[in-house]
């Protein structure tokens, strides 16, 4: 067949598309409905992110870090705090680890409830869509009662994380992961087996192992090929290596594996969840319960004097003020905030937490540079600091997962069909944030 | 009288169908929203009072009557205006010749609930399903858009292969009845048993075919938001509003159809409704409407469950499974109808 021959016609797909979500654009030539080339560009929500955390302390950097994946920001939080830590040499005490993992695996489900549901969406079923985030929801406040917030959690600081457990979080957790599971089941009964969704992914989007691995694709979008590749068994970090889960891979590689493999893994996840809230060691709070006294009382208690009284209160403020408590804190002090009794009521915490968030003191890390990366929900989301001594870092790299299968789309979707796009680019699980920075 | 008769009865009919069309919306709005645990439209009010969301039709038409009606620049203006009314015209005509009721007497007089009596009425009211297509080509082309011409396309290609397998499916139920007059089918199945009965397969078919040709979801593929946004891409205001209003219209059409066609119509089995006079008169069009209620709500659920094909497997579906299954079932029919008499 001679292509050149034949009339082809241009279709510019995006920004401004239902299903490009606003954010990438695809240039294609189509041949009918069939597509023989096709060009992607991104770019469209370009923030800057890695040249404005050279301007930010190590801290500071966190919140940037939101915005990155913003269905799975907790993710991005943890990256970001570990290759900092690595770093400088810091360990967090088991309490805090086993929060972060705590945050990152329900950030986790969030992320692939979204992703199944928008695909299912975009292919004509919004009530699947609503079900899924009727249940992601329910995650969503479990977040925020953890981090303060939905979306913008910054929850993580270098050393710890910002604060411990609230109270009950287990239980409630355990009634989020209930209607996950029940939505999960209602989504697997509309869609598994349903004749016109199966229609739609199987054998479509179909990469094989090796362009997958020559394309540096990781995640679910690589597993689904077959590849067992997964950061949190192939370099555990935090305290993964603890916990019994099993890595779903799919064989065929299609749009169909991959919702399959991302279902499965919702499951695993809350099996990470379930066995992280039963191993969790005590945190301060649970170990010697203290009374709650505000902050002003414990100071003129310090003006006062009476400094060993104050040790045995706990300071109750704002709670977006919340101190790190022992257990979740590296005992690290020239990196980690003193609790907040501390800061309020005497001269050596109160020096402490000015050193601490002063401009141009801060945190100091040696100089060095470092790789390190965590288990995205879209695969291998990996940070690369670069610090020069100062209180931030000289340069900051960012491993966006979803940036490696985006480079792949145009392949994948020459030959296929328009309607093709839709459950393919939903399968990427494309996020602007992370994919442009 | 018999002219001002036949006036009221054609009003009767387009006010049925713009209202019924209007409130489908509301339906498809509260319905979707019981099924995904919402609660749907809520806020339009007269005086503070939302009557369960009802304004919002009412102010839908007034949004859209009053937005700007944009036409693009590359557009060929007169088609691109033309293109709505083609479509909702064919399928308020459909409408006219739909049996809401039988014949009644009342004050010494015959009086017909039938819009507009024709021995064929059946193939009327098919080919003016099928003509509506041509207000779909029409945008598409005339809009200037690749997006567009790609939905009218689709719609073209689509429209011809539910339109066969519509035809097809109905071939056994005509030979049964042996008329092409609605209300003739209609007295057929008074006097002997609902259509389902006899053509189960039939109903099924045309159901789905009937579906296929109303444009909604899974069968939405001149619209697919997600993929090509349709053919009515480049229309605004109320010339989008009357494409809206043309796919609800077709449902309602398809329903009527299907009610008078297999679920007996008009009658009520044990009554005879056209000794009764005007109370009888008023249950027929009562037992009409609610079965094309049931059936729009059977639609709708169907429309909410599932996703949409892609364009070839709809093609697929069509020339493939449901044309060779609809021959299928005429010739057994036939068979059956030559066994029997």
């Known amino acids: 067949m001679n292509i050149s021959n034949r009339k082809t016609y241009m279709l510019n797909m995006g920004p401004a598309h239902p299903s490009m979500h606003g954010v990438v654009r695809l240039v294609l030539e189509l041949d009918g409905e069939r597509i023989m080339a096709c060009e992607t560009e991104i770019g469209y929500l370009h923030r800057a992110f890695e040249k404005h955390a050279e301007s930010e302390t190590w801290n500071n950097v966190v919140p940037w870090t939101d915005r990155l994946n913003y269905v799975s920001p907790l993710i991005n939080n943890v990256g970001y705090a570990l290759v900092v830590e690595k770093l400088a040499g810091i360990t967090v005490p088991e309490r805090g680890q086993y929060i972060r993992v705590i945050a990152c695996e329900i950030s986790r489900v969030t992320d692939h409830l979204t992703c199944i549901a928008a695909t299912a969406m975009e292919l004509g079923s919004l009530t699947v869509f609503l079900y899924l985030i009727k249940a992601r929801e329910c995650l969503y406040q479990r977040v925020d009662e953890l981090t303060g917030a939905r979306i913008t959690t910054s929850f993580t600081r270098v050393g710890g994380v910002k604060a411990d457990l609230p109270a009950g979080f287990a239980e409630k957790c355990a009634a989020a992961f209930a209607e996950v599971r029940t939505a999960i089941c209602e989504a697997d009964q509309l869609l598994t087996r349903n004749r016109i969704f199966m229609d739609r992914v199987e054998g479509t989007g179909v990469i094989s192992k090796e362009d997958a691995v020559a394309y540096g694709i990781t995640g679910p979008f690589l597993r689904s090929t077959g590849v067992p590749y997964d950061v949190r068994r192939a370099h555990p970090y935090l305290v993964y290596d603890r916990f019994d889960f099993v890595i779903p891979v799919g064989s065929t590689g299609d749009n169909y594996d991959r919702y399959l493999c991302r279902l499965a893994e919702i499951e695993q996840s809350l099996c990470i969840l379930e066995q992280a809230f039963a191993q969790i060691p005590d945190g301060d709070h649970s170990l010697e319960p203290r009374e709650m006294k505000h902050a002003y009382e414990l100071q003129d208690m310090g003006k006062r004097g009476d400094t060993e009284l104050i040790e045995r209160y706990a300071a109750k403020v704002d709670q977006t003020l919340e101190g790190m408590a022992a257990a979740i804190r590296a005992p690290n002090r020239w990196a980690t905030l003193p609790a907040k009794e501390q800061t309020y009521t005497n001269i050596e915490g109160l020096m402490n937490h000015f050193e601490l968030v002063m401009w141009s003191w801060g945190i100091k890390i040696p100089v060095g540079e470092t790789y390190s990366a965590v288990e995205g929900a879209n695969g291998e989301l990996g940070f690369h600091a670069v610090s020069d001594g100062a209180d931030g870092p000289y340069r900051l790299r960012c491993r966006p997962p979803c940036l490696f299968t985006m480079a792949a789309l145009s392949k994948i979707l020459i030959g296929a069909q328009i309607a093709d796009i839709v459950p393919t680019f939903g399968s990427v699980n494309m996020i602007a944030g992370e994919l442009d920075r | ?341």
Not at chain 2, 191 to 198: D, E, L, R, S, T
């Open chain 2, 1 to 341: 009288m018999i002219l001002l008769w036949s006036g009221v009865k054609v009003a009767f009919a387009l006010t049925f169908g713009m209202s019924i069309a209007g409130l489908l919306g509301w339906v498809e709005r509260k319905q979707s929203a019981v099924m995904q645990d919402r609660i749907g439209a809520n806020r339009a009010d007269i005086l503070g009072f939302t009557l369960i969301g009802l304004f919002h039709p009412i102010a839908d038409a007034i949004k859209m009557l009053t937005k700007e009606d944009l036409v693009p620049k590359g557009a060929l203006k007169p088609f691109h205006g033309l293109a709505p009314m083609i479509s909702l015209g064919c399928g308020l005509f459909c409408l006219a010749a739909m049996p809401f009721g039988g014949t009644v007497t009342v004050l010494g007089r015959v009086w017909s609930l039938q819009p507009v009596e024709s021995s064929v009425g059946l193939p009327l009211v098919l080919a003016a399903l099928g003509l509506g297509v041509h207000g779909i080509v029409m945008a598409g082309y005339a809009s200037g858009s690749n997006y567009g011409l790609l939905g009218a396309l689709r719609g073209a290609s689509q429209m011809i292969a539910s339109e066969v397998c519509l035809v097809a499916s109905l071939a056994g139920t005509l030979f049964l009845y042996g008329t092409l007059d609605l209300q003739q089918a209609v007295l057929w199945q008074a006097a002997h048993a609902w259509g389902i009965v006899f053509q189960p397969l039939g109903f099924l078919l045309f159901l789905t075919a009937g579906a296929a040709v109303t444009k909604r979801t899974p069968f939405d593929l001149p619209e697919g938001e997600s993929e090509i946004v349709g053919y009515h891409v480049e229309y605004s205001g109320m010339k989008f509003g009357m494409f809206l209003m043309t796919d609800l219209i077709e449902s309602i059409v398809v329903c009527c159809l299907v009610a008078s066609l297999y679920l007996g119509g008009w009658a009520i089995p044990g009554l005879d409704l056209p000794a009764m006079g005007l109370l009888g008169g008023v249950l027929m069009a009562a037992s009409f409407s609610f079965k094309v209620a049931l059936l729009i709500f059977l639609l709708m659920q169907v429309r909410w469950t599932l996703p949409r094909f892609r364009f070839d497997q709809l093609l697929d579906l069509g020339w493939k499974n449901m044309l060779p299954l609809s021959l299928a079932n005429f010739l057994v029919t036939v068979w059956g109808v030559y066994l029997w008499r």
